[in-house]
C-alpha cells in the first residue's frame, strides 16, 4: 500500500509518500520563512497554497509513481495553525476526490510519535515530543497516547526561536543555538519552572531575554545557560514519567530532537533506568509529509477512515483524545 500524506500545520508544507512497508519514496520539504517576526497564519497558509501543486509533483516524481499508484490521502487534521490546516485539508480532499481514494485524517502529534517509532524500531515507548509549538511526554496505555506532562505555557522550540529573534541569531533559533552554547562556559543562574510533572517556560524566556538585554554575557554564555536550564527541566518530567510508568524505551522526537545536547540528556536517563533510548533522525525530526503517510497507513489498515463530512480541521486537537486502534 502507498499513502501520500500532506502537512501543513504550521510554516512547513511537507508532502510525503511512503510504503505500508516503512520505505519513504519521497518527503518533500518546503518551508516558509517570515520576511520579520513570528509565523503569520494566513501569509503561511498562501504559502502553502501556491507551492501545494508543486510540492505534490515534485513528491511524485522523487517518489516514481503516479496518482494512480497511491492508495490513500493522509492530512494533518490538528492540531496547528487554522488557516494553514485548512489549505492542507482542502488540497487533501481534492486530491482524494479526484483520485477516487479514501482520506485520512491524522492527529500531527501522534504522527511525530508513529514517525519516531518506525524509523527508530521502538515499539512501546515513553516519548518526549519537542517542537516549536509542543512540548510533552507521553506514552500509550489503554487504547490512547496519555498525557503525563507538557508545558503549561510555551514550547520549547517557541522560547528558543523567541530568544534567538531577540538575541539576532538565524531563524529557527534551535540549530544556532546550540552551536553558540558548546563555546559558552558561565552558567548564569535562570528561572527553573516545573510544578509537579508539567513545566512551564515564559518566566525562563523573560529573564534570558533580560539578560540579554543588560549586554553583560556573551551570546555564547546565555546560549549555553538557556540550553542547560530549558533541557534539565525536560529531563526532570521525563525521568519521573518513565519511572512511574516504567516503559521499557525512551524516544525523542519533534524538531528540537535534532539537539545533540538534548539528545545526550535522553540518553542518560534511559541508561539510568534500563530502558532503551531511540533518537527520530534528523531528516523525519521536523514537521514533514513522511510522518502523516505513514500514520495514515496504520490508521487506515485499523479501520480508521475519514469522510470528507467529518473531515473538518481541528486546531486544538490534543494527542489523548485521539483513539489508536492500531495499538491495541
Ligand atoms: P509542531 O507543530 O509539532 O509544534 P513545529 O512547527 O514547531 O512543530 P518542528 O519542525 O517539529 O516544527 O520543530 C521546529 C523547532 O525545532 C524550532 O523551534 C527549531 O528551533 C527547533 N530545532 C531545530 N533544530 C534544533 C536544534 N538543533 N536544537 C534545538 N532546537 C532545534
Ligand atoms: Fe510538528
Redesign the pocket.
Known amino acids: 500500500m502507498i499513502a501520500l500524506g500532506v502537512e501543513s500545520?504550521?510554516?512547513?508544507l511537507g508532502i510525503g509518500i511512503v510504503t505500508s512497508d516503512k520505505q519513504v519514496l519521497a518527503n518533500i520539504l518546503d518551508i516558509h520563512v517570515p520576511q520579520e517576526g513570528g509565523i503569520h497564519p494566513r501569509e503561511a497558509a498562501r504559502h502553502h497554497s501556491e507551492n501545494m501543486g508543486t510540492a505534490i509533483k515534485k513528491a511524485l516524481d522523487t517518489a516514481g509513481v503516479t496518482g494512480k499508484d497511491i492508495d490513500i490521502i493522509a492530512f494533518a487534521q490538528g492540531p496547528?495553525l487554522g488557516p494553514c490546516l485548512r489549505t492542507g485539508a482542502t488540497s487533501a480532499r481534492a486530491l482524494a476526490a479526484y483520485l477516487g481514494k479514501p482520506l485520512v485524517g491524522v492527529n500531527?502529534?501522534v504522527a511525530?510519535v508513529e514517525v519516531g517509532r518506525m524509523a527508530t524500531g521502538a515499539e512501546d515507548p515513553l516519548t518526549l515530543y519537542v517542537?516549536?509549538?509542543?512540548t510533552m511526554v507521553s506514552g500509550y496505555e489503554s487504547g490512547r497516547y496519555r498525557i503525563f506532562g507538557e508545558t503549561l505555557d510555551i514550547?520549547i522550540?517557541?522560547c528558543?526561536?523567541t530568544f534567538a529573534r531577540a538575541a539576532g541569531l538565524e531563524y529557527?533559533?534551535?540549530?544556532d543555538?546550540?552551536r553558540k552554547a558548546k563555546l559558552g562556559e558561565k552558567l548564569i543562574p535562570l528561572p527553573y519552572t516545573v510544578k509537579g510533572m508539567d513545566l512551564s517556560y515564559s518566566g525562563l524566556l523573560t529573564a534570558i531575554t533580560g539578560e540579554l538585554e543588560t549586554g553583560k554575557h556573551s551570546v555564547e554564555d546565555l546560549c549555553f545557560s538557556l540550553q542547560e536550564t530549558a533541557y534539565a527541566m525536560l529531563g526532570e518530567i521525563t525521568e519521573r514519567a518513565l519511572a512511574h510508568t516504567g516503559k521499557p524505551e525512551l524516544l525523542l522526537t519533534?524538531?528540537?530532537a535534532?539537539?545533540k545536547r538534548?539528545a545526550g540528556i535522553v540518553n542518560d536517563i534511559a541508561e539510568e533506568h534500563g530502558a532503551e533510548p531511540f533518537i527520530v533522525p534528523i531528516r523525519l525530526?521536523?514537521?514533514n509529509g513522511a510522518m502523516i503517510a505513514w500514520t495514515g497507513i496504520e490508521a487506515y489498515n485499523a479501520g480508521v477512515r475519514t469522510p470528507v463530512e467529518t473531515s473538518h480541521v481541528n486546531p486544538n486537537w490534543r494527542m489523548d483524545q485521539v483513539e489508536v486502534p492500531w495499538r491495541s
Do not use: M, Q, R, Y
Request: proline share 6%; glycine share 24%.
Open positions: 500545520t504550521a510554516d512547513n496547528g500531527h502529534c511525530h517542537s516549536g509549538g509542543n514550547a522550540g517557541n528558543l526561536d529557527p533559533g534551535g540549530p543555538i546550540e519533534g524538531g528540537v535534532a539537539n538534548l525530526a521536523a514537521d
